[in-house]
């Protein structure tokens, strides 16, 4: 067991982790019970410890731990003791210890990981999912359906769900005529190839065991029509969106290219890398020795994974489509469905599936590896090609995972020169590389940067925190929505790289039509507000009750104003009327990704942050 001595130096070298919560003294609460409950349940994460009697020193600049006494000692762990018996549905044993730091009395309290027989513990009052949590990164996080899928090895698989509006006569023959190829080539001798069309998709899990009529989701996914997937499932689709520049425009509608598709899986993938393959820069490299040469670029191989682990990964709950943007720099894969494998584990062997049944059939075609170690294939194809590794963010408020993926060469002749602005502050090699994506991203994350330069997290954290003490980053938010972006002397540069040739922009460039920056200052006045609103609305606005009850009407609202333009919550809440916790709560988070979505998604705590109509 851990000294509170060894816990204070972990808190104040990398802040709290996936295996360390701070508690201050007076915090024996809920808060507790919840981090007791995701340390038991959290799978290969072997526990953690809470420190209570750590406060937090507000007035530093970076998170600094003080101890502080907890009181009587006795009392404290025969409360602690006393809940962990009677809040779960099963009782948990936590080990303690009172130690002295700084002539203060702290507690330090280990829990165990349960076994998986015992899983997943949670608050008898509150029941399932909602009464367990998970330890994602820093923080504890209420389970959900898909969560429980870890737990649960019997639980039906939501991809084996039978869509009862569907029969045989929606499944594409062609779909099933390339399974049977791409199975071919990777086992010639397979039992399945000698089945009918109706056997193969009943041993495959696509057909109503029972009734032998009716789909399944998974059925309707890889083999199903067209037709028939716009008739069950509108929502369900990839587009591919062309983006001129480095970010997200404001109004969009007018900027971007974008190609909606859809179709069985096997197909849609092949398609998807196509057309993304086709509008990718490409260079061409003799080595010294060779008579021809070769291309550079982002390896095909790559590419092709990671579209495959979106096709299989995400979550057919959502009715919202995987969007892949392609920036002039950079591409970013956008997949409704967070990771059911931690984030601290992201890359490490090991797979955690959320559609089985569909995964089954990309594993039995070569399509995809089978032992979760996608995306370090992926992180070795991209270094072998001289390109940037990618870095992944797992969103489980706004439940969506997201992909980045640099496009131009990394530590380029060009970035060598912009990085001797920096030659006298003698950072090491993640650093320089950290700079470079704040560049070209806006932001880095903790984990983005342990995953950039492959470093366990109280390194990440000393060279993030070195890199803003030297004041060329700053770092914004807390705990896990912590980021950090250009500091005061961070040196910015003109277009340094272009990746493709000017004939793929084929959007006219027009620069009055866009401000160079579309963030402004947000508007505090009601009055100034609603003159920007037109006068419908501002109707509709006024004949809101004081006490509206009905949902539906101001989640229309809602929408109708960010159509108008991004605003933030603050101006929403004068909008409206209504208390900004409350409005977040309601209607702002139930709403995203369905109805509105973030200005700035790749960095959901953003200052600037604003809201718009999807």
């Known amino acids: 067991m ?27 609460g809920r808060t507790v019970w919840e981090s007791v409950c995701s340390f038991s349940n959290e799978p290969n994460l072997d526990g953690g410890y809470i420190l209570i009697g750590a406060a937090k020193d507000e007035q530093s600049l970076f998170p600094t731990y003080i101890a502080e006494d907890i009181g009587d000692t006795d009392k404290i762990q025969s409360d602690l003791a006393t809940q962990c018996n009677s809040v779960f549905n099963i009782p948990v044993r936590p080990l303690m210890k009172i130690e002295q730091v700084n002539g203060k009395n702290v507690m330090v309290v280990r829990i165990e990981e349960l ?27 209420k389970c959900n359906e898909d969560d429980l899928r870890i737990f649960y090895s019997d639980t039906e698989d939501y991809d084996k769900t039978v869509i009862k509006r569907t029969s045989l006569q929606d499944i594409d023959e062609k779909a099933i005529e390339q399974y049977k190829n791409l199975r071919t080539k990777v086992n010639p001798s397979a039992e399945e190839l ?24 998974a059925g309707l996914l890889l083999f199903g029509s067209r037709a028939a997937q716009r008739r069950e499932l509108p929502m369900v689709r990839c587009d591919y969106i062309r983006v001129p520049g480095k970010e997200w425009i404001k109004d969009p509608d007018e900027r971007f290219r974008t190609i909606d598709m859809r179709g069985p899986l096997i197909n849609l993938m092949y398609r998807l890398v196509d057309e993304i393959n086709a509008d990718l820069p490409k260079g061409f490299k003799l080595q ?37 943007i392609r920036y002039d720099n950079r591409l970013e894969i956008r997949n409704p469905g967070y990771s059911l494998k931690n984030e601290e584990l992201l890359g490490e062997p090991g797979s955690t599936t959320r559609n089985p049944t569909v ?18 294939a992926v992180r070795k194809l991209l270094r072998l090609a001289e390109l940037a ?59 983005s940067y342990r995953q950039l330069s492959d470093m366990d997290s109280p390194q990440a954290s000393r060279d993030l925190r070195q890199l803003c003490e030297l004041e060329v980053l700053t770092k914004k938010g807390k705990k896990k929505g912590a980021y950090y972006i250009a500091g005061s002397e961070f040196i910015t540069e003109p277009e340094a790289t272009n990746t493709e040739p000017q004939t793929l922009n084929t959007e006219p460039q027009n620069p009055n039509t866009e401000p160079q920056n579309p963030i402004t200052e947000p508007l505090k006045n009601k009055l ?23 949902k539906e009407k101001i989640s229309d609202l809602i929408v109708a104003i960010c159509k108008v333009q991004p605003f933030n919550l603050s101006e929403l809440a004068l ?19 369905k109805k509105i979505e973030y200005l700035f998604p790749d960095v959901i705590n953003h200052p600037e942050q604003k809201y718009k109509a999807r």
């Open 115 to 141: 076994a998986t027989s015992q899983k997943p513990i949670y608050f008898k009052k509150d029941g399932l999912p909602k009464g367990a949590y998970r330890r994602i990164g820093p923080t504890d996080h």
């Open 2 to 28: 851990r000294s509170a001595k060894e816990l204070f130096e972990e808190l104040n070298t990398q802040d709290e982790s996936a295996t360390l919560e701070a508690k201050g003294a007076h915090e024996l």
């Open 575 to 593: 909008i409206l009327n209504k208390n900004e916790n409350y409005l977040s709560r309601e209607y702002l988070k139930p709403m995203l990704g």
């Open 288 to 324: 010294e020795g060779d008579l021809q040469a070769g291309t550079s670029g982002l390896p095909i191989k790559a590419l092709r994974e990671i579209v495959v682990n979106a096709l299989m990964h995400r979550s057919y709950r959502e009715h919202s489509p995987i969007q892949l």
């Open 194 to 217: 000698t089945y009918s069309d109706e056997e193969l998709l009943l041993a495959l899990g696509c057909l109503d065991v029972e009734t032998r009529k009716h789909l399944t989701l």
């Open 359 to 376: 995964a089954a059939v990309f594993h039995e075609t070569n399509l995809a590896e089978t032992k979760g170690s996608g995306i370090r």
């Open 389 to 447: 590794p990618p870095t992944f963010d797992s969103d489980r408020l706004n439940n969506q995972f997201t992909t980045h993926l640099l496009l131009h060469h990394f530590l380029s002749e060009a970035d060598l020169i912009w990085l001797k602005n920096y030659e006298k502050l003698k950072l090491n090699d993640a650093q320089k590389q950290a700079l470079i994506m704040v560049r070209e991203l806006g932001a880095i994350t903790n984990p």
């Open 528 to 550: 100034e507000l609603l003159e920007l609103l037109p006068t419908k609305i501002v109707g509709s606005l006024e004949t809101l009750k004081a006490r509206e009850s009905d």
